[in-house]
């Protein structure tokens, strides 16, 4: 799972009492600094005495690996999908950032969508920019 506020709001609402499910660690994306932490055993409910890491989500792929994963949830939701074929993703910052791109790809190579738009509100102007999933 992601490592922000809604991520953790899915995890209390959703996995933290289900024992179908086992948190294996939370991924740091969207928190400067967060990775390496744990999230506190007594936020995790009682399936969860020693907390749950928070690994940087460059490291996704080798826990995947490592620890045999079959499902990743990722916390990542889109802003809007248009005709359920195009991603929008709505930003309202400064700089639209390199993992601002790579999120948005991620969910495109995970939704099995082909084309995504980011565009940021902040700016005086909007500049869509598009982005097409790339094919591994």
Known sequence: MGAAGRDFHNFNTIYKNDESFDVV????SQIPGIAGRKYPA???GK???EGIPIEDENRLEKIIREKNINESVQGDR???CVEDKIVVECKAKKLVTKEDYISLQRYLQNSNKKL???VN???T???PKRIVRIEN
Do not use: E, H, K, M
């Open 125 to 127: 102007y909007l500049r």
């Open 78 to 80: 889109v802003d809007f």
């Open 42 to 44: 007594s936020l995790a």
């Open 25 to 28: 660690a939370f991924t740091a």
């Open 47 to 49: 399936l969860y005495p």
């Open 116 to 118: 995504g738009i980011i």
């Open 121 to 123: 509100f902040r700016n």
